[in-house]
């Protein structure tokens, strides 16, 4: 991770390898070359069983690969152990979602990739728990762990963000991102999809920077309300570059406080 705030940037899942290619370059366009893309080539805990889910590892694969060739450092998401030697091939990062960062032999199949494993902490997880599924990873022999915030479930449809567990999770000696967008979920509150508050996405990211975040998740997406996953808590693309230099500069600020 870098000195300065990195940005985890892109739409939930790939909707096509059109829109990933225009997203991806629209991000780059906003926030320089300095960001992680993410796209989901599976979207395999949708509320409802009629929801898409995405392209598949097969295609996603393709898709993520050749982002990445074009110079696009990538993330996605793993769900099964087999999924890990695929998805290091096309990938720079390998995420573990957030209902799935107890499973073991998940994260050991993606420590053993040698990739940076980014470990959803789950809603149900308190942060120093966490640290044992760090723990999982790191005994592969990779240290390669970031570590991501994305609230905590306060009651039914409900996430809270509790920023003194981005203060415990750090002390773990990882990085800590703060996925902003997942945060202002309201999980199954549409009924057979998720809803969500995105009216919080800065004002959340902005207290996670203040905290002393290493890096912070936004899903993004052009039309929200016609994205095919999460598009209730997405934040809109174009508000993405006002929104990425207000938190660098408060980044700046935190920073110089810290090292004093």
Known sequence: MSSSLALIAGPCVIESEEHAWYVAREIRTMAGT?????????????????????PGITEGARI?????????????????????????????????????????????????TGRIVNIKKGQFVSPWDIRLAAEKVASTGNNNIFLTERGTTFGYNNLVVDMRGLVIMKSFGWPVVFDATHSVQMPGAGGTVSGGQPEFIEPLARAAVAVGVDAVFLEVHENPPAALSDGANALPLRELSGLWRRLNELDVLTRRHMNV
């Open 34 to 54: 300095d960001f992680v893309f993410k796209a989901s080539f599976d979207k395999a805990n949708r509320s409802s069983v009629n929801s898409y889910r995405g």
């Open 64 to 112: 993520l690969s050749n982002l990445k060739r074009e110079g696009f450092r990538v993330l996605t998401d793993i769900h099964e152990p087999w999924h890990a030697d695929v998805a290091a091939e096309a990938c720079d990062l390998l995420q573990i979602p957030a209902f799935l960062c107890r499973q073991t032999d998940l994260l050991v199949a993606a420590g053993r």
